[in-house]
């Protein structure tokens, strides 16, 4: 079982950049796909980008394409967002997320960091 950890949230002007951390434990973590989730108040959960653990090939959903960025560390077992020219549209709640390549759920889930973007 993948237990992951995310940190790195806070308060930051629209314009403005924010990196968002989560660290893995666990698993295998080849055998994943790990992405970052945003859900802001009365909305639903959506997926803001993803990345395969192997190989690296990254997905994002089309708001956010050329302004945040993710990356991960193998060494450090470590998945990083990078957000920049951040919207107030951008604000709520980011989970790291973690499923099995083999399965099309994301299962485990950390916490959650809240990013906040003021006007």
């Known amino acids: 079982q993948v237990r992951l950890v995310e940190s790195g949230g806070g308060l930051v002007q629209a314009g403005g950049s924010l990196r968002l951390s989560c660290v893995a434990s666990?698993?295998?973590?080849?055998?994943?796909?790990l992405a970052w989730f945003r859900e802001a108040p009365g909305k639903e959960r959506e997926k803001v980008a993803a990345?395969?653990?192997?190989?690296?090939?990254?997905s994002y959903r089309n708001s956010v394409k050329g302004r945040f960025a993710i990356s991960r560390d193998i060494a450090k077992n470590m998945v990083y967002l990078e957000m920049s020219s951040l919207e107030p549209e951008d604000a709520g709640f980011y989970y790291c997320?973690?499923?099995?390549?083999?399965?099309?759920?994301?299962?485990?889930w950390g916490q959650g960091t809240q990013v906040t973007v003021s006007s």
């Open positions: 990345i395969i653990w192997s190989g690296g090939a990254t």
């Open positions: 666990g698993g295998t973590l080849s055998d994943y796909a």
């Open positions: 997320a973690a499923r099995l390549l083999s399965r099309g759920e994301y299962e485990y």
